[in-house]
């Protein structure tokens, strides 16, 4: 498996076999150590880079199943009409939704419990400081969301995904703390204007078995190209609730 440990130890290894050739020049040491920063940080803004830790991003099956999964941070007018759309179909979907969105929006996290779907913590501000918050902040982070979502929705199982998909150390203790399982994605989706006809088409032919699709919540969200989406995906695959799955 790789993790960090690992690539730490190849990284002594690589000096300590490049020191056995003293004639080499010293740009080979400096490319290793670059490598050596290089990929922790690509590591960590891949959601499913799985280096630091465990990120549901897939899985294996041989049925024509996939996951729905949204992120709301902005456009609660337009979550209200999604979750709309997702009842139109009869299927659930996981909601990842900021503390801020939702504290301004009761009336949203009301109507999210009754719909019957997953929400999931998405932290409390969704801050671009977010890959440099300390364990401890994070922590505060979740807290201040699941006070929230579970005042609101009675789920035993608590969903997190990191905002801009980055993953850290810190991530890995708060989580790991507040038990949480993280939930990335491999497929994401953009439906916006353009997101019609042949283009839905496209979008679906690139989704596997076995998906977990991403899709974001904001004022640029095209319903009707989310319900022609969702009507075109169900030809091809079953939508599943998370909680159905043994993760």
């Keep these: 498996m790789i993790n960090i440990k690992n690539i730490t130890f190849a990284y002594f290894v690589a000096l300590r076999m490049l020191f056995n050739f003293s004639s080499l020049h010293y740009s080979f040491y400096i490319v290793a150590t670059v490598l050596y920063f290089i990929i922790p940080i690509a590591a960590s803004l891949s959601i499913c880079s799985n280096l630091y830790l465990k990120v549901l991003c897939k899985w294996k099956t041989e049925d024509e199943i996939v996951i729905l999964s949204f992120n709301l941070v902005s456009g609660n007018k337009k979550a209200s009409k999604v979750i709309d759309v997702l009842k139109k179909h009869n299927i659930k979907a996981i909601i990842f939704c900021s503390g801020q969105m939702l504290e301004s929006c009761p009336e949203l996290a009301d109507k999210l419990k ?60 708060a989580t790991e703390i507040m038990n949480y ?14 997101a019609s006809g042949q283009n839905t088409e496209k979008i679906i032919s690139g989704i596997k078995r076995g998906s977990i699709i991403r899709i974001d919540v904001s004022e640029v969200l095209n319903l009707i ?23």
């Excluded at 035993?156 to 995904?161: A, E, H, M, S, T």
Aim: proline share 4%; net charge positive.
């Design 181 to 194: 399982k993280v939930v990335g994605w491999n497929r994401r989706v953009r439906l916006d204007n353009s």
């Design 114 to 173: 009754k719909s019957g779907n997953t929400i999931g913590n998405f932290s409390f501000s969704v801050s671009k400081k977010f890959g440099f918050l300390s364990p401890k902040k994070l922590i505060n982070e979740l807290v201040k969301t699941e006070d929230i979502i579970y005042s609101s929705n009675d789920e035993d199982q608590k969903y997190f995904r990191p905002p801009f998909g980055i993953t850290n150390p810190s991530v890995k203790k």
């Design 225 to 247: 190209a989310l319900d022609e989406f969702i009507s075109k995906l169900l030809k091809n695959f079953s939508v599943i609730d998370i909680n159905e799955m043994n993760i």
